[in-house]
């Protein structure tokens, strides 16, 4: 295919994604108002199912024994080109949308504090153009749709590594809600991590009438979280690691008989993760030992540190330059302002963050040292560490935020939202019209992969063989909730937007819900 031709079928391709705006908004709403926390997404891949059946996938459910988790797939022969998102959303962020201070939908309720709900409805806009002009064009080729499970709790990817779903696959770009439109390539400086559950089982008794009778489950706990927080003086600067007490008994009277501490061990490296792992098994034993309970422990999730191809990124990039950032409105800034004066968002660089990004991002290069960084981890590096592999970010939320937050739920069904998600589409589906018709692209990526990326490191699952996912999480939570959400639920027969059925006038920055800020 001649450029010229391939720049005719992007131009092509950002009018039809321009024109789908009204699909795109519908799918970001409509999955901020399901609001399931991990591997309870089980509405939205129910709606993302209906839509990629109705328009010609493939799909293939409860991959790796995950209720929520599917592929879907269309087009014929080689390359395939995975396509993935995360789903799920965060525990207490309930949020409405277009409103700059804390104002819950339901109170307590889970909610897209992230911004994963825009992901899929970013991916699904894409590839539905593109297999327009595929359809048309006769060009080979397999897509594959994919879900992130469970990202917050890092417990899948890996799996679906482990069991073979990406065994055939030549390339996957992923995409992730960020501040701006941009991706990166290398050692990006983030963690991977394993996140670890310890079980202590003591014996109850009667806490004032015979206490020498009992062996308290959760005095393990607290000796174990001492433990641990005593050996973080001698850990490298690179590791975090914090936990939450799943279990601490049920009322003071009774000596608890069962607790459990919930740990994620982050580092810059496999076998630094494993060390602590090691470490954190070493400490629960002790804590056992101490206080005459017995311990178990289960792997709960896991991530490789990230690091991403360097020829799919600086394809992607020339796309990112051609479609660059939306254009906000003054609402758009009036509320990202209003909301980053909320939450006291720090200066970057020196300068107050204020409003939304108006400058392209850069095409962002490995850190520095090996050493540097330290931070979150995704299990899209499991993916990353087994084939070619690009996050593309897309300007959907507002800078400066403390992020797993309500505050990064305020503009998640929003205008903002949406352009982000149709700029993001356009960059995604014409590096994947790269791929597909330009094949020194993946051969270079298979180069940078073999000879660069995995040349001394090489990949070795943080999971065994035996490990199952945890689709047990968060199930009473959902069910706690779901009766009150479902009431919330979007209607697009009935209303236009979101924002319109909830009654919000955009935006909303001041108390008595009346003024546009301005
Ligand atoms: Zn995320």
Not at 141 to 159: D, F, H, N, R, S
Not at 207 to 236: F, Q, T
Not at 460 to 485: G, H, V, Y
Request: net charge neutral.
């Amino acid at each position: 295919m001649t450029p010229a031709k391939i720049d005719a079928l992007k131009t092509e391709l950002a009018k039809e994604i321009d024109g789908q705006k009204k699909f795109s908004q519908e799918m970001v709403d409509m999955i901020f108002s399901f609001g399931e926390l991990g591997f309870q997404e089980v509405e939205t891949s129910r709606y993302l199912i209906d839509i990629l059946k109705k328009n010609g996938f493939t799909i293939k459910e409860g991959i790796s024994g995950i209720p929520t988790a599917w592929t879907a797939t269309w087009g014929s022969g080689k390359p395939v080109i995975a396509v993935g998102s995360d789903i799920d959303c965060i525990p207490k962020a309930s949020q409405k949308p277009g409103v700059s201070y804390h104002d819950p939908i339901v109170e307590g309720a889970p909610g897209h504090g992230e911004g994963h709900n825009s992901g899929q409805p970013l991916n699904v806009t894409a590839v539905l153009a593109l297999k327009k002009i595929m359809e048309r064009e006769k060009i080979p080729g397999t897509i594959m749709l994919w879900p992130g499970v469970a990202e917050e709790q890092l417990a899948t990817k890996a799996y679906f590594v482990r069991d073979g779903f990406f065994k055939d696959v030549d390339a996957c770009i992923f995409t992730h809600v960020s501040n701006n439109l941009g991706t990166s390539y290398g050692d990006g400086g983030m963690t991977g991590m394993i996140s670890v559950q310890f079980k202590f089982e003591g014996q109850a008794s009667h806490a004032g009438g015979a206490p020498w009778r009992g062996k308290s489950a959760l005095d393990a706990v607290e000796l174990m979280n001492i433990g641990w927080n005593y050996h973080r003086e001698h850990m490298e600067t690179t590791q975090r690691s914090h936990y939450v007490v799943t279990d601490g008994g049920d009322q003071p009277n009774v000596v608890p008989s069962k607790a459990s501490v919930w740990y994620y061990f982050r580092e810059r490296s496999y076998p630094k993760i494993m060390q602590m792992y090691k470490d954190g098994v070493k400490i629960a034993d002790a804590a056992a030992k101490m206080t005459d309970t017995k311990m178990t422990y289960e792997v709960l999730g896991s991530a490789w540190p990230g690091h991403f191809n360097q020829p799919i990124a600086e394809a992607m990039y020339e796309n990112i330059k051609m479609v660059g950032l939306p254009k906000w409105s003054d609402e758009d800034q009036t509320l990202a302002k209003a909301a980053q004066k909320e939450m006291q968002s720090p200066a970057d660089e020196g300068k107050p963050t204020e409003g939304l990004a108006t400058t392209l991002g850069v095409l962002r290069k490995p850190a520095l040292t090996p050493s540097a960084g330290g931070g979150g981890s995704d299990d899209i590096a499991d993916i990353s560490w087994n084939l070619p592999t690009i996050v593309l970010g897309y300007p959907s939320n507002i800078p400066g935020l403390p992020g797993h937050h309500w505050a990064n739920a305020i503009s998640m069904a929003t205008p903002i939202a949406h352009k982000g998600v149709t700029a993001g589409a356009k960059a995604e589906a014409m590096t994947l019209l790269d791929l597909f018709v330009k094949p020194e692209i993946l051969k270079n990526a298979w180069t940078y992969f073999n000879e660069v990326q995995t040349k001394d490191t090489k990949y070795t699952p943080l999971i065994s063989k035996t490990d199952k996912p945890a689709i047990q999480l968060n199930k009473k939570i959902m069910e706690e909730f779901r009766p009150e959400m479902k009431k919330y639920y979007y209607d697009p027969s009935k209303y236009a937007t979101y924002l319109e059925q909830l009654g919000i006038k955009y935006p909303t920055t001041t108390r008595e819900g009346s003024s546009t800020g301005k």
